[in-house]
């Protein structure tokens, strides 16, 4: 476990990784059909969504 909270260092993980975090959701939501970000309210079972 990581004992550092620093909300600076964060937001500049946060900006460098972005394009890469941006591109895995947008291939993943090409291949997969599934919004990564999307809220999840119906009832369909989990392996049909």
């Given at each position: ?12 993980w946060a900006?460098y990784w ?8 947008h291939a ?22």
């Amino acid at each position: 476990m990581s004992d550092i909270n620093d909300q600076e260092l964060a937001r500049n993980w946060a900006r460098y990784w972005r394009p890469e975090i941006q591109s895995y959701i947008h291939a993943y939501n090409a291949v997969t059909g599934v919004e990564p970000a999307a809220d999840i309210t119906n009832g369909r079972l989990a392996e049909n969504r």
